[in-house]
């Protein structure tokens, strides 16, 4: 029995996920609320920090990742492009290799690590400049924040100003040309935390 056959009353699971059913004709429909929502509606619930599964309405198939993986292509081809082509190469390029089983992990516990950061930096920015008047103040804080954040996400692959206008990276003195990519993308991780810690600290 699926996730979907086991919904309680009020469209979600038992641990509060709220059931959306994709039917034949590409509609979506958000059990919780009896309406039919859009993918804009979906990513606006992924903001908001609710969690929701799709299934096929008919075959009950769980279509959550292929409905993530449209919001994202959406989000990017509207302009408000996140991922750096470089970044896209590389993951095309792990499609297949040995270390694909592990990358998803790796993938999600650096984001989660980001989004940690970047809450403790917003938390700090709270208690330095309060909810009062200077409220005005705090937001445009918070937006410069932001900004950076955004800024070192631009910068994920740790490519120099160099590589970013299509000159070849510099091979250091002996290096391997068959560099293990799994150690290329944690060289890379460091690179972008160093950065954005030299970005805090300059903020």
């Not at 590409?26 to 992924?46: F, H, I, K």
Request: proline fraction near 5%.
């Amino acid at each position: 029995m699926g996730v979907a056959d086991r919904k309680s009353e009020g469209g979600k699971t038992g641990d509060g996920v709220v059931i959306i059913k994709k039917y034949a004709n590409r509609r979506l429909y958000n059990t919780a609320t009896s309406a039919y929502v859009t993918l804009d509606d979906l990513a606006g619930m992924v903001r908001g920090g609710i969690e929701f599964q799709v299934f096929d309405a008919k075959s009950n198939e769980d279509l959550t990742r292929q409905i993530l993986t449209q919001i994202i292509f959406e989000e990017e081809s509207r302009g408000e492009a996140l991922l750096p082509v470089q970044f896209l190469r590389q993951l095309i390029g792990f499609y297949g290799n040995p270390v694909q089983g592990v990358l998803p992990s790796y993938l999600e516990m650096s984001l989660e690590n980001f989004t940690r950061q970047q809450e403790q930096f917003r938390g700090q920015m709270t208690k330095v400049l309060g909810a009062t008047p200077g409220a005005g103040i705090m937001d445009e804080a918070i937006k410069r924040n932001m900004a950076m954040f955004e800024q070192a996400m631009r910068m994920w692959p740790g490519m120099t100003p160099a590589q970013r206008a299509g000159e070849a990276p510099p091979s250091p003195a002996g290096a391997s040309k068959a560099a293990d990519p799994l150690d290329e993308m944690r060289r890379q991780m460091d690179e972008m935390r160093a950065q954005i810690d030299r970005l805090a600290k300059g903020g």
